[in-house]
Each structure stands twice: as structure tokens, then as C-alpha cells.
């Protein structure tokens, strides 16, 4: 079975749409391993994103980040990272097909509702980021 992260952004928590993120995982086939609500502090957001560290727009990623409660999930099945990459749809929501998580709640490109692991090594190293394997059925 393979494993993917999920991290339900601060713009998306706050719209109140994360039963219906959650429901569209679970209705595309996915089961939801693990799931929690943090709020990530500086220190927190600036690791998770320490690969992108050198870009322009790395401050004002850990800002948008820490701005509010995030929903971290651990997704499971059938080529999940796949899936999930697909059911969240292009990173600028203006370029995501209809019907993806980002098309129907994201707002722009930096606030675009969800993350998704991108790799299946970067989805190991991020979910025991966010969970221990005790926490993780």
C-alpha cells in the first residue's frame, strides 16, 4: 500500500472545506491513516519548507503557513500519491481542471488550499515530519 501526505492549508481550514476534502479522498478510494489539526509554528513551517529556502517566495510560503490551523493527513491506496496529485489539480487554481480540490476552493496560487507530497521518497520523509508510526493505523 503505498503512502502519501496531505497537508490541508490554513486558506482552506478556514473556508470551513475540510469534511469535503476529506470526503473526496475517501470517494476517490483512498483511506485516511492518520489525520490531525496543528498549527505549525515558524520554526515548524520553515523546516517542512527548508527545500525551498533559497526561493523568492519562501517567507511568504512560511507566513501563509503559519497564518492558521493546517489539517495534516496520511492518505493510503493504490497509487496514492498519484491520485492525490490529480485530485488536487494544478498548483495555480486558475490552470486546475474543474472538479479539483484547488478549481473549487483554492483562491491563488499561494493560497491554493492543499499540499501534496510530490514524490514517494518526499512523502515518507514528510509524513514522519508530521506523525510517529504509532500514530499512523
Do not use: W
Not at 34 to 61: C, G, M
Not at 63 to 69: L, T
Amino acid at each position: 500500500m503505498e503512502q502519501t501526505l496531505s497537508i490541508i492549508k490554513p486558506d482552506a481550514v478556514a473556508k470551513n472545506v475540510v469534511g469535503k476534502i476529506l470526503d473526496r479522498f475517501e470517494s476517490a478510494g483512498l483511506r485516511i491513516a492518520a489525520t490531525k489539526k496543528i498549527k505549525l509554528s515558524r520554526e515548524d513551517a520553515e523546516a517542512f519548507y527548508a527545500v525551498h529556502a533559497q526561493r523568492p517566495f519562501f517567507k511568504d510560503l512560511v507566513d501563509f503557513m503559519i497564518s492558521g490551523p493546517v489539517v495534516v493527513t496520511v492518505l493510503e491506496g493504490k497509487d496514492a500519491m498519484a491520485k492525490n496529485r490529480d485530485l488536487m489539480g494544478a498548483t495555480n487554481p486558475k490552470e486546475a481542471a474543474p472538479g479539483t480540490i484547488r478549481a473549487d476552493f483554492a483562491e491563488s496560487i499561494d493560497a491554493n488550499a492543499v499540499h501534496g507530497s510530490d514524490s514517494l521518497e518526499n512523502a515518507a520523509n514528510e509524513i514522519s515530519f508530521f506523525f510517529s508510526q504509532r500514530e499512523i493505523c
